[in-house]
């Protein structure tokens, strides 16, 4: 006769509980060895039904650190749906890691890291999918101890967009940093641009100012169009009407081919040189990239 497990308080089938809680609402220490139920840290037991997603595992995380306690890392740059850094590991094959507003720090143990300094009080902290994380412009900051240059912009870029382009909160988050990571956050700050789409825009105007490209004036202005909207252009030198556009994978498909051919058609009727490089040519022929896009700038009468 097939065995038969007790069901779990309805409390608890759907979030993750700690042990402590579940022997209280009278569930055995034997049904909490269940197999049925995991237990990604010391103490803390999840039914395995659900999802284990990046958001679920932080939860989880969350039960097993210090008393206010926020996720930050990788896992919280996943949370916020914010760029992971070119060629990291996914969040789920490394330690989570979290820090504390207050209270002591503790040591690394059952797959959770507590960062060594604690978080200035005046840190923001959002609740995003049930997940206690510092806002957008904190998580950028301290991930920039650890981070190459290019990452560390990118993932700035990104939470500049995401902050409508609002530096001043990208400056507190660096005047809240540990004395001895501000003087890194501050110079990658002073690369990171507003409406910045992808890590591969950043990587892409990186290239041209390694290479002695003037910096594009991208956010200047849209190139004028008919229709219900503007054309803004990844990158653009209005002096010289050059735009750049990056298309991913996306472009490929039949309906956003046809909307980019209308949209370089109405470009090319204002006057614009629309010059087009694919995400994998930025990535593999960074080279080539940047040779083409300085000969339609030099065509063009930009000079350096």
Do not use: N
Not at 31 to 51: I, M
Not at 68 to 96: Q, R, S, Y
Request: glycine residues 8%; hydrophobic residues 40%.
């Amino acid at each position: 006769m097939p065995h038969v497990r007790t069901p779990l308080p309805p409390q608890l089938r759907h979030r993750p509980f700690t042990v402590s809680e579940a022997v209280g609402l009278g569930v055995t220490r034997k049904r909490l060895r269940s197999s049925d139920l995991r237990a990604p840290f010391t103490g803390v037991r999840v039914s395995r039904a659900l999802d284990w997603t990046v958001a679920l595992r932080a939860r989880c995380a969350l039960l097993a650190a210090p008393a206010g306690a926020v996720v930050v890392g990788d896992d919280a740059v996943e949370v916020h749906g914010l760029p992971t850094p070119f060629g990291a590991p996914a969040a789920m094959d490394t330690d989570l890691v979290v820090a504390a507003l207050r209270g002591s720090a503790v040591p690394r143990t059952g797959g959770v890291v507590v960062l060594p300094h604690r978080l200035d009080p005046a840190t923001p902290v959002w609740q995003v999918g049930g997940v206690r994380v510092p806002g957008v412009e904190d998580v950028w900051a301290l991930r920039c101890a650890d981070l190459d240059d290019e990452s560390g912009i990118a993932l700035g870029d990104g939470a500049l967009r995401r902050l409508d382009g609002d530096r001043a909160s990208m400056v507190a988050a660096v005047e809240r940093l540990p004395l001895e990571q501000r003087a890194r956050a501050t110079r990658l700050l002073g690369h990171v641009r507003h409406q910045v789409c992808s890590p591969v825009e950043t990587r892409l105007r990186l290239l041209l100012l390694r290479a002695g490209v003037p910096e594009a004036s991208h956010f200047a202005a849209p190139v004028p169009r008919e229709g219900r909207a503007e054309v803004w252009p990844d990158l653009q030198w209005e002096s010289v009407r050059v735009a750049v556009e990056v298309d991913g994978p996306h472009h490929a498909q039949d309906a956003q081919r046809e909307r980019d051919v209308r949209r370089d058609r109405r470009t090319r009727h204002q006057g614009w040189t629309q010059v087009k490089v694919s995400s994998r040519e930025v990535m593999q022929q960074p080279g080539d990239v940047v040779r083409w896009i300085s000969a339609e700038l030099r065509q063009a009468g930009l000079r350096w």
